[in-house]
């Protein structure tokens, strides 16, 4: 048993080292594009976006610096309709909500070689991004329209808690990063990334303006919704980042 556990080792690693041999150079990458996924195995996701959501391309100017965009487009529509015939007061009710979020990333990589399969690089990257959204809710023809944010009313028994969601905003920020690729083969690698991020963001201010008798009660005053944060901190970009260039 222990003949076949060494004869299995060895061969093992003669097909390790004929791997390592057909594999030249991994790393040669001059004007060629590159995209990759992204696998968190704390929280089980694999998907081809960062951890932003953005989708990633590369675009090498040759084996030493390659550019880098991350784009990211996110529409949300709903339309939902009640029509209640069979009562002693009928009625027809709507509620339409579209919301739409865009951020873009470009920035440029310095890659150094440290061996056929490593490839340690730098870069930075700057970025910009927004959402607006809207709702539109109708009760007997009679309309409440939210501009910069979804309404949401949730009842606690004795009385109803209002709260807005997908809140408008405009951000601006940079990142500093520093990763490798480690290549598996001529095309398709596995990394990692961090950096540190620097990131403004103002959230918009909430409109609401509704038809008369559209709701018996006061509304409920809004909150402050146009102050701007800012927030600095080293992030880990994209988790284990799954990857092929061609």
């Known amino acids: 048993m222990k003949k076949y556990r060494i004869i299995a080792v060895v061969l093992l690693m003669m097909m390790n080292v004929a791997q390592v041999k057909s594999q030249e150079?991994?790393?040669?990458?001059?004007?060629?594009?590159?995209?990759?996924?992204?696998?968190?195995?704390?929280?089980?996701?694999?998907?081809?976006?960062?951890?932003?959501?953005?989708?990633?391309?590369?675009?090498?100017?040759?084996d030493e610096y390659a550019l880098r965009a991350g784009v990211l487009f996110n529409y949300k529509n709903f339309n939902d309709k009640e029509d209640q015939k069979y009562t002693t007061n009928p009625y027809k009710a709507s509620d339409k909500r579209h919301s739409l979020e865009t951020t873009i990333?470009?920035?440029?990589?310095?890659?150094?070689?440290?061996?056929k399969r490593l490839s340690p690089y730098l870069g930075a990257e700057v970025g910009f991004g927004f959402k607006n959204a809207k709702q539109e809710l109708e009760m007997d023809s009679k309309t409440r329209t939210v501009k910069g944010a979804w309404e949401e009313t949730e009842s606690t028994g004795s009385y109803f808690v209002m709260s807005f969601i997908e809140n408008n905003y405009v951000s601006a920020g940079a990142n500093l990063l520093t990763g490798f690729d480690f290549y598996m083969s001529d095309n398709f690698y596995f990394g990692y990334e961090f950096g540190f991020n620097v990131q403004f963001i103002k959230y918009g201010k909430i409109e609401i303006t509704e038809d008369a008798g559209f709701s018996s009660s006061t509304p409920t005053p809004l909150p402050e919704t146009t102050s701007g944060n800012w927030r600095m901190a080293p992030n880990v970009m994209n988790g284990i980042r799954i990857g092929y260039n061609f």
């Open 25 to 62: 150079n991994a790393a040669n990458n001059g004007k060629k594009w590159g995209t990759e996924l992204n696998f968190n195995p704390f929280d089980g996701s694999l998907s081809l976006n960062n951890s932003s959501g953005q989708i990633k391309v590369r675009r090498f100017l040759s």
């Open 105 to 115: 990333n470009l920035g440029i990589e310095k890659h150094f070689g440290a061996g």
